[in-house]
């Protein structure tokens, strides 16, 4: 079985999230890393393919520097080979925008399975995934926490407000995997050294036959108009325990009418 | 006039309250008010919806064992061509919600906003709020392009208001087969039931995170949570771990809470956590780390160990119980 990655690559942890004031987006300077969110799903296509007892991982990341550093990770994992959409033209794209990427890029790619996060970490929008698919005209899982192969299909378990559901699916298909569902393992050293030969494409939009108009990036079809200080919470009181800091948390229940007065 | 439609997500026979919600913002900012629903006639009352001065719903029907993504979605792609077009589409920010926005988006070509937490008119435009680095600053949004603007509303962000106006008209309507993407069969569900009042309405929820240092100890929560009438929650650091199931998380990807009291402990208050619970009416959060960001939502912060404080209060309150039954 042959999978296919939707890997995002985002500034680390380490650098302060910021806001470009004139443009409003978020500001992606600096080394970018693989998304932690996706690491799962990289996990899980591995898992599957060895499973699957065939066929390889592609990883796909659209990005607007060539940026390939979140890529060598995954491919340190043991991904096959890397496809990478790189232009300037794609700076400040929306999800739907991202999603026509990805849907163009899965398209010239003989990929049985598609993999996502649910959420990336620094958009955070949950839709490319599900709206990519609706492009491919693919069924979609979103939130799995579980996958298996079964013949021709898959055996899915997605979560719910209340619980999971059992989902079949038949393929090609997208599954989006929520965090944390899988040990994701560590790169071995082999692995890194390995990752350094291994292939990455880099496309443009053109490559893919797109058009920047239909990516809704030349007149962007949404706006962040303004950023305000929130109003906060009025500071607190902060105390230290030295014993009896029980006694003030069931005073503050008592005087919120959460538990009653007399003793 | 504006016209909005609403996603009227049904669960178990009812309307969710996040469905609700969306009638209630959608009340003050338009003058008709159309909701798009889905279930078999008998399964869901949704003339209901006209208390919240929704005066029409269109009845997708039963799914049976399909996902609720690329039926509902197609739907609404056909009546947008088949009806005078709304000025926006309000979706809850629910698994299933979710998926429909981003079916739709794709469909018809418009993009969504996300993580909506109010809206406002704004020189005839609707403009979006969002809370971003975990609810310390307010971002405003608007679509520039044509087509009735996606936005999907984290649940809890709005008043219901019941008006008590007429019951709403329910429309049957009748969508073509999404065809391939449509493949995916629901086989079973499966219900995580608990004790006690759920997460998304208690009027406390008492919560834990990493802190707690094991598995064992998230029944120190549980205990809690059943002496003060609350349910117990998590951060998505100890539903990762397995610790808890994944209903328990509170967060960006997890629950909105809004309870009277909220008590965390070994929770640090991270921005994806903060945004699931920082609008509780009070907060309590314990803590051994003084810089914790938990610290500065809180109206009451202890630092200390959670080992020694936890325990103590479970005491506390159980002498209490004890005492008042007998009294
Ligand atoms: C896209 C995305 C979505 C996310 N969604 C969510 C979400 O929905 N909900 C969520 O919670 N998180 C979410 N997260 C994760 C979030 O960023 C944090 O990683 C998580 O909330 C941390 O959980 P925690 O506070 O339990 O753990 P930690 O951050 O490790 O904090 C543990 C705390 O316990 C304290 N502690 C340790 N021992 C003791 C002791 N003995 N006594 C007292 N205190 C002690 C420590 O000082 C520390 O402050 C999301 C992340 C991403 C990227
Ligand atoms: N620029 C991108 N390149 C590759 N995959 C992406 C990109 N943006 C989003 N995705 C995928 O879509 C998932 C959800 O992202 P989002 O909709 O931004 O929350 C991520 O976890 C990725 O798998």
Same mark, same amino acid.
């Given at each position: ?45 591995? =898992? ?23 890529? =060598? ?111 994701? =393992? ?65 005073? =503050? ?11 | ?78 009546? @947008? ?20 926005? &981003? ?22 435009? @609707? ?135 909220? @008590? ?5 208050? &991270? ?28 109206? @009451? ?17 159980? &002498? ?8």
């Amino acid at each position: 079985m042959n999978v296919a990655v939707c890997v995002k690559q985002i500034p680390s942890a380490e650098t302060p999230l910021a806001f470009d004031p004139t443009s409003k987006t978020l500001v992606r300077t600096g080394p970018l890393v693989l998304d932690e969110s996706d690491s799962f799903s990289v996990e899980m296509a591995l =898992r599957l393919v060895e499973q699957s007892g065939g066929g390889d991982v592609t990883l796909i990341s659209v990005v607007p520097d060539g940026e390939t550093q979140g890529l =060598r990770t995954a491919l340190a994992m043991g991904a096959a080979r890397a496809v990478l959409v790189s232009d300037p033209l794609l700076s400040g794209l929306d999800a739907l925008g991202t999603a026509k990427v990805l849907a163009a890029m899965v398209r010239r790619l003989d990929a049985d399975l598609v993999l996502a996060g649910t959420e990336s970490s620094d958009g955070y929008t949950g839709t490319v995934p599900v709206q990519m698919a609706e492009l491919l005209n693919y069924p979609a899982v979103s939130f799995v926490r579980h996958v298996e192969i079964s013949g021709d299909h898959l055996v899915t378990e997605r979560q719910t407000e209340e619980g999971f559901e059992e989902v079949t699916c038949p393929l090609p298909a997208v599954v989006s995997v929520t965090a944390g569902v899988v040990e994701v =393992r560590y790169p071995s050293f082999k692995g890194i050294m390995a990752a350094k030969s291994k292939p990455v494409e880099v496309l443009t939009v053109a490559d893919l036959g797109l058009e920047a108009d239909s990516l809704g990036i030349a007149g962007a079809r949404q706006e962040v108009i303004a950023l305000e200080q929130a109003e906060l919470r009025p500071s607190g009181e902060i105390i230290t325990d030295s014993g009896d800091a029980f006694e003030t948390i069931v005073e =503050r229940l008592v005087s919120w009418n959460i538990i009653s007065e007399h003793q | 006039m504006k016209t909005i439609w609403i996603l009227a997500e049904a669960r178990n026979g009812r309307i969710l309250p996040v469905a609700e919600e969306l009638a209630g913002a959608a009340r003050q900012l338009a003058s008709t008010v159309e909701a798009v629903g889905w279930g078999g006639a008998e399964a869901v009352d949704f003339a209901t919806l006209g208390t919240y001065d929704v005066s029409r719903v269109f009845r997708v029907g039963d799914l049976g064992d399909s996902l609720v993504g690329p039926r509902v979605a197609a739907a609404v792609g056909e009546m @947008l061509e088949s009806h005078p077009k709304p000025d926006a589409i309000l979706v809850g920010a629910t698994y299933d919600g979710r998926d429909v926005a &981003a079916r739709l988006s794709a469909k018809i070509d418009v993009p969504v906003l996300t993580n909506v937490i109010d809206l406002n008119e704004i020189d005839d435009a @609707l403009v979006s709020t969002h809370a971003v680095f975990g609810g310390t600053v307010n971002a405003t949004a608007r679509f520039t392009g044509s087509g009735p603007g996606i936005f999907v509303v984290r649940p809890k962000s709005f008043e219901r208001g019941d008006t008590g106006g007429a019951a709403a008209e329910v429309v049957d309507i009748v969508a073509a087969d999404p065809g391939p993407s449509d493949g995916a069969r629901v086989v079973s569900r499966h219900v995580l039931t608990q004790d006690g009042p759920s997460l998304d309405s208690a009027e406390v929820v008492v919560a834990g995170g990493r802190g707690l240092g094991s598995k064992e100890n998230y029944r120190l929560i549980e205990e809690l949570a059943h002496l003060v009438h609350g349910a117990p929650g998590a951060s998505r650091a100890i539903v990762d771990a397995g610790w808890v199931p994944y209903s328990h998380q509170v967060g960006q990807t997890g629950k909105t809470v809004k309870p009277e009291v909220y @008590l965390a402990f070994g929770i640090s208050g &991270a921005t994806q956590h903060l945004v699931g619970m920082k609008d509780a009416k009070h907060i309590i959060a314990v803590d051994r780390d003084p810089s914790a960001p938990i610290f500065r939502v809180a109206d @009451l912060g202890v630092v200390g160990d959670l080992a020694q404080v936890l325990p103590k209060l479970i005491e506390a309150l159980r &002498a209490r119980g004890s005492h008042e039954s007998t009294n």
